[in-house]
């Protein structure tokens, strides 16, 4: 396969040129679990195309002077020469630091690019590995090499010959090291905080503290101390101080950090690299979660989640399924007022009225208590910031940079000696005022085109008789009828449309880091999906009745909006029906993407081996996860607006349409175990980002919790009227609009002021976390010999710690500390 040109010993590839087989195919091969997959492209994979491509394109970007002699040997010589060059500047670039140092071999070709490629990723493990030759263990029909120092790794091909996968894992006591430099904080295990001194109630939420804060000697050895967590699955023996997703991000941080992998992907070296799957960590959640016939069970394994796909997918999953245990709340207050209205349907207006109450308050208590829920999530995760494991820290372990972000190197803003990689200020600004202008521009066209739906109705009946068009009548009443199904093909159509558009809008931004642009390409997206689903509901409730109303000139009304539908409240519960229930049925129909995917891609696999004469049709799962697609930021975003928009109709419109709140209910559980049966079996393994909460989507939907008093006050006061409101004037039912809006905004603010945002449980268990992490202090400095400051405002057994540092022995000045040693008295000064 690599040839005799490659710098690398015979030992090392004896295995690759056997063409052996993946090591999880059967029950043959290894017992092991990796972290990370790089998928390199074979030299044999190389077509004439690709090379006459790549030396047109390295020719073309040859600087030096052109050669100008006659053809023959010495200008194929000179070509190989700029080629070579080329080739060495490539390999020089794959990596990002200095810290794999090989030769690499001269280069005329991209198959012997490629070959030199794959010969500089090995030779980089091999550099962090011990001897190699003597950790060779031999299963059947292949030999798998184990790198036993900092790295185990394994290399295998395709079944179609066409690329070759290394799988990496992080070893236990490198990950260590690297947990210690970049003060990644673990969890203290209930013993632990037992043996400081410290006596608990029974359940409690032991703290976050670092390695190099925990004492290295004595009783409390750190290597007992913290919890630890199975290697396979819950049954499993093996424990590990890391969580997998801990182990996944770290091993992706030191990949990225020496390996420049979209630099390779765009010399054509590389095809992708990605996270590894589990497979046993993944049976085990396909068990107890990401199966249909969990459906009704709201109670999530959240630990589990967390602990596999990371913070931010589990705070994903924890947000909606306290959304639908929220919302049989809702269900059984529109249950209730379905029937009254049935009963005693004179009563229809303060039913109405009642439920848009209940709506308004049901919005204001889920965004309080989901608050304080993940509050509580936050600290028991260790992403709230108290500890060295909050947001942010750990030199971004949970925040890797935007891989689309283009810039050059430029001198810094904190010191202009030193350099980094960014993009002018001025750039940045011209990128985003263009991206907000294009998509308020977007906006304003979904805007216009369901005015102009509308208005040809209104045209039509202004101008007394029907349009003809391909032998078709097209009348008022037509219009009226199918326009909710035109405004529902154009939700989907512009949808899709802006969906690919913001990925460009956000480019132009120049966001450095991946939260940025997340954080960017869901609030652009959130706004133009919000005004593309709701604009039209907001013109029937709101402005068809002044707008369609006909008047001759003495005032007299010769036509009401919506006359055929017996008004403007009737048909706008007919484009509820049309539209939401719409809406949710092409939802629905997602839910079968997932798995009709995973059908396609295995059957599109066994043809692809068919064609190649395989007799073997079986694919092992590490092969089987560079078959699926990546699940990214954008996958994400799409999904929380695949959740946030029913429930949207619902808090906005559901006045109108009140069994809306059983419809989302049952979408959103349906919704939500198809997305965990996609992101274990479907895609692409999602890199485990920490995050302290679900971010911008709570804010979302506090936005259109404020915007629902408006319009479900609004839609009562103007459109739901009984007989002695519609001689109201405009004027008097806008005073009384804006006196319900105000007293309602008032009675909503006194909700939120009587519920505090964090419980007293929480307080009680940061007030514990922060005893548990001062007597570790105590216990380190007490161990080493060295003195502490004490920030102590109080006298005597009224002092309170404010602040703990550390002293060197050049301070003249300390504090003693018998409170933190467990003794009475006051503090006194030295």
Same mark, same amino acid.
């Given at each position: 396969?690599?040839?005799?040109?490659?710098?690398?010993?015979?030992?090392?590839?004896?295995?690759?040129?056997?063409?052996?087989?993946?090591? #999880?195919?059967?029950?043959?091969?290894?017992?092991?679990?990796?972290?990370?997959?790089?998928?390199?492209?074979?030299? *044999? =994979?190389?077509?004439?195309?690709?090379?006459?491509?790549?030396?047109?394109?390295?020719?073309?970007?040859?600087?030096?002077?052109?050669?100008?002699?006659?053809?023959?040997?010495?200008?194929?010589?000179?070509?190989?020469?700029?080629?070579?060059?080329?080739?060495?500047?490539?390999?020089?670039?794959?990596?990002?630091?200095?810290?794999?140092?090989?030769?690499?071999?001269?280069?005329?070709?991209?198959?012997?690019?490629?070959?030199?490629?794959?010969?500089?990723?090995?030779?980089?493990?091999?550099?962090?590995?011990?001897?190699?030759?003597?950790?060779?263990?031999?299963?059947?029909?292949?030999?798998?090499?184990?790198?036993?120092?900092?790295?185990?790794?394994?290399?295998?091909?395709?079944?179609?010959?066409?690329?070759?996968?290394?799988?990496?894992?992080?070893?236990?006591?490198?990950?260590?090291?690297?947990?210690?430099?970049?003060?990644?904080?673990?969890?203290?295990?209930?013993?632990?905080?037992?043996?400081?001194?410290?006596?608990?109630?029974?359940?409690?939420?032991?703290?976050?503290?670092?390695?190099?804060?925990?004492?290295?000697?004595?009783?409390?050895?750190?290597?007992?101390?913290?919890?630890?967590?199975?290697?396979?699955?819950?049954?499993?023996?093996?424990?590990?101080?890391?969580?997998?997703?801990?182990?996944?991000?770290?091993?992706?941080?030191?990949?990225?950090?020496?390996?420049?992998?979209?630099?390779?992907?765009?010399?054509? #070296?590389?095809?992708?690299?990605?996270?590894?799957?589990?497979?046993?960590?993944?049976?085990?959640?396909?068990?107890?979660?990401?199966?249909?016939?969990?459906?009704?069970?709201?109670?999530?394994?959240?630990?589990?989640?967390? *602990?596999?796909?990371?913070?931010?997918?589990?705070?994903?999953?924890?947000?909606?399924?306290?959304?639908?245990?929220?919302?049989?709340?809702?269900?059984?207050?529109?249950?209730?007022?379905?029937?009254?209205?049935?009963?005693?349907?004179?009563?229809?207006?303060?039913?109405?009225?009642?439920?848009?109450?209940?709506?308004?308050?049901?919005?204001?208590?889920?965004?309080?208590?989901?608050?304080?829920?993940?509050?509580?999530?936050?600290?028991?995760?260790?992403?709230?910031?108290?500890?060295?494991?909050?947001?942010?820290?750990?030199?971004?372990?949970?925040?890797?940079?935007?891989?689309?972000?283009?810039?050059?190197?430029?001198?810094?803003?904190?010191?202009?000696?030193?350099?980094?990689?960014?993009?002018?200020?001025?750039?940045?600004?011209?990128?985003?005022?263009?991206?907000?202008?294009?998509?308020?521009?977007?906006?304003?066209?979904?805007?216009?085109?369901?005015?102009?739906?509308?208005? +040809?109705?209104?045209?039509?009946?202004?101008?007394?008789?029907?349009?003809?068009?391909?032998?078709?009548?097209?009348?008022?009443?037509?219009?009226?009828?199918?326009?909710?199904?035109?405004?529902?093909?154009?939700?989907?159509?512009?949808?899709?449309?802006?969906?690919?558009?913001?990925?460009?809008?956000?480019?132009?931004?120049?966001?450095?880091?991946?939260?940025?642009?997340?954080?960017?390409?869901?609030?652009?997206?959130?706004?133009?999906?919000?005004?593309?689903?709701?604009? =039209?509901?907001?013109?029937?409730?709101?402005?068809?009745?002044?707008?369609?109303?006909?008047?001759?000139?003495?005032?007299?009304?010769?036509?009401?909006?919506?006359?055929?539908?017996?008004?403007?409240?009737?048909?706008?519960?007919?484009?509820?029906?049309?539209?939401?229930?719409?809406?949710?049925?092409?939802?629905?129909?997602?839910?079968?993407?997932?798995?009709?995917?995973?059908?396609?891609?295995?059957?599109?696999?066994?043809?692809?081996?068919?064609?190649?004469?395989?007799?073997?049709?079986?694919?092992?799962?590490?092969?089987?996860?560079?078959?699926?697609?990546?699940?990214?930021?954008?996958?994400?975003?799409?999904?929380?607006?695949?959740?946030? +928009?029913?429930?949207?109709?619902?808090?906005?419109?559901?006045?109108?349409?009140?069994?809306?709140?059983?419809?989302?209910?049952?979408?959103?559980?349906?919704?939500?175990?198809?997305?965990?049966?996609? #992101?274990?079996?479907?895609?692409?393994?999602?890199?485990?980002?920490?995050?302290?909460?679900?971010?911008?989507?709570?804010?979302?939907?506090?936005?259109?919790?404020?915007?629902?008093?408006?319009?479900?006050?609004?839609?009562?006061?103007?459109?739901?009227?009984?007989?002695?409101?519609?001689?109201?004037?405009?004027?008097?039912?806008?005073?009384?609009?804006?006196?319900?809006?105000?007293?309602?905004?008032?009675?909503?603010?006194?909700?939120?002021?009587?519920?505090?945002?964090?419980?007293?449980?929480?307080?009680?268990?940061?007030?514990?976390?922060?005893?548990?992490?001062?007597?570790?202090?105590?216990?380190?400095?007490?161990?080493?010999?060295?003195?502490?400051?004490?920030?102590?405002?109080?006298?005597?057994?009224? *002092?309170?710690?404010?602040?703990?540092?550390?002293?060197?022995?050049?301070?003249?000045?300390?504090?003693?500390?018998?409170?933190?040693?467990?003794? *009475?008295?006051?503090?006194?000064?030295?």
């Amino acid at each position: 396969v690599l040839g005799s040109s490659v710098c690398c010993g015979p030992t090392s590839w004896c295995w690759l040129v056997m063409g052996l087989r993946d090591p #999880l195919l059967a029950q043959s091969g290894p017992d092991q679990i990796f972290d990370h997959i790089i998928e390199l492209r074979l030299p *044999s =994979s190389t077509t004439p195309a690709e090379e006459a491509a790549f030396r047109k394109r390295v020719l073309a970007t040859h600087v030096a002077e052109p050669y100008c002699g006659p053809p023959g040997p010495d200008r194929q010589y000179y070509k190989d020469h700029v080629i070579n060059s080329k080739c060495q500047s490539i390999f020089r670039k794959m990596f990002k630091q200095a810290t794999t140092q090989v030769e690499a071999p001269v280069c005329t070709t991209l198959a012997e690019c490629r070959r030199a490629a794959v010969a500089l990723v090995n030779e980089f493990f091999w550099q962090r590995s011990g001897n190699l030759g003597e950790t060779v263990t031999r299963r059947r029909d292949f030999t798998i090499p184990y790198f036993e120092d900092d790295f185990t790794v394994f290399w295998f091909r395709s079944r179609d010959g066409q690329s070759l996968l290394c799988c990496v894992k992080l070893n236990e006591e490198a990950a260590i090291e690297l947990a210690d430099e970049n003060d990644l904080a673990f969890q203290l295990t209930p013993d632990s905080v037992e043996r400081m001194g410290i006596a608990l109630p029974n359940h409690f939420v032991p703290a976050y503290v670092s390695l190099n804060v925990y004492p290295q000697r004595g009783e409390l050895h750190w290597e007992e101390a913290f919890k630890r967590y199975p290697v396979k699955d819950a049954r499993s023996l093996d424990r590990s101080l890391f969580m997998s997703a801990d182990r996944a991000r770290m091993c992706h941080r030191v990949l990225s950090l020496n390996f420049n992998f979209d630099f390779m992907r765009e010399q054509g #070296l590389l095809i992708q690299s990605f996270s590894c799957h589990s497979p046993y960590l993944q049976q085990d959640l396909a068990q107890e979660w990401a199966s249909f016939r969990h459906i009704w069970h709201f109670a999530q394994p959240l630990g589990k989640v967390r *602990s596999y796909l990371g913070e931010k997918v589990a705070f994903y999953f924890a947000f909606w399924g306290f959304v639908c245990r929220s919302l049989l709340v809702l269900c059984a207050a529109s249950v209730v007022a379905l029937y009254v209205e049935y009963r005693w349907p004179h009563y229809d207006l303060y039913t109405r009225g009642g439920l848009g109450l209940v709506t308004i308050a049901w919005t204001t208590c889920l965004g309080v208590f989901w608050g304080q829920r993940e509050a509580v999530l936050a600290n028991s995760w260790g992403v709230d910031g108290t500890t060295g494991s909050g947001v942010g820290t750990g030199h971004d372990l949970g925040h890797p940079p935007n891989p689309r972000f283009h810039g050059q190197w430029m001198p810094a803003d904190h010191d202009l000696n030193a350099l980094t990689y960014d993009c002018p200020l001025w750039l940045k600004r011209i990128g985003r005022i263009l991206s907000n202008f294009v998509t308020m521009g977007f906006m304003a066209l979904t805007i216009y085109i369901v005015f102009e739906i509308f208005n +040809l109705k209104s045209h039509i009946l202004r101008r007394g008789r029907p349009y003809h068009l391909w032998g078709y009548e097209i009348s008022a009443d037509v219009v009226a009828t199918n326009a909710p199904y035109l405004i529902t093909v154009q939700i989907q159509v512009f949808g899709a449309i802006f969906n690919v558009l913001v990925v460009w809008l956000v480019d132009l931004e120049r966001h450095k880091f991946l939260a940025d642009a997340f954080y960017s390409t869901g609030l652009k997206t959130f706004m133009f999906q919000f005004i593309n689903a709701f604009n =039209s509901m907001f013109y029937i409730a709101f402005f068809m009745d002044p707008l369609e109303t006909i008047k001759d000139a003495e005032g007299h009304v010769l036509h009401r909006a919506a006359a055929s539908y017996g008004g403007v409240w009737d048909y706008l519960q007919y484009e509820m029906v049309v539209c939401f229930a719409l809406y949710v049925l092409f939802g629905f129909l997602a839910l079968f993407q997932p798995w009709i995917g995973l059908k396609l891609l295995l059957r599109r696999e066994m043809k692809r081996l068919d064609g190649l004469g395989s007799t073997d049709k079986l694919i092992s799962g590490l092969e089987l996860q560079t078959k699926c697609s990546k699940y990214g930021s954008d996958d994400e975003i799409f999904e929380y607006l695949d959740m946030i +928009l029913p429930l949207g109709f619902v808090l906005l419109f559901g006045v109108a349409l009140p069994w809306a709140s059983i419809l989302c209910l049952v979408y959103t559980s349906f919704q939500l175990r198809a997305n965990a049966y996609k #992101l274990i079996f479907t895609r692409q393994r999602v890199f485990p980002a920490r995050a302290g909460g679900i971010g911008l989507w709570v804010k979302a939907i506090q936005a259109m919790g404020i915007l629902a008093v408006g319009t479900n006050v609004g839609i009562l006061v103007f459109v739901k009227t009984d007989h002695s409101m519609m001689q109201w004037s405009y004027e008097r039912k806008f005073l009384v609009f804006l006196a319900t809006v105000q007293a309602v905004l008032v009675g909503n603010a006194a909700l939120r002021a009587i519920m505090p945002p964090q419980t007293l449980e929480l307080t009680r268990t940061l007030m514990q976390q922060e005893w548990q992490r001062t007597k570790l202090l105590t216990a380190k400095a007490l161990a080493q010999g060295t003195q502490l400051y004490l920030d102590v405002t109080g006298e005597g057994k009224d *002092s309170t710690i404010e602040d703990v540092v550390e002293l060197t022995a050049d301070n003249e000045e300390v504090w003693d500390a018998p409170l933190l040693l467990g003794k *009475s008295g006051g503090v006194k000064k030295k």
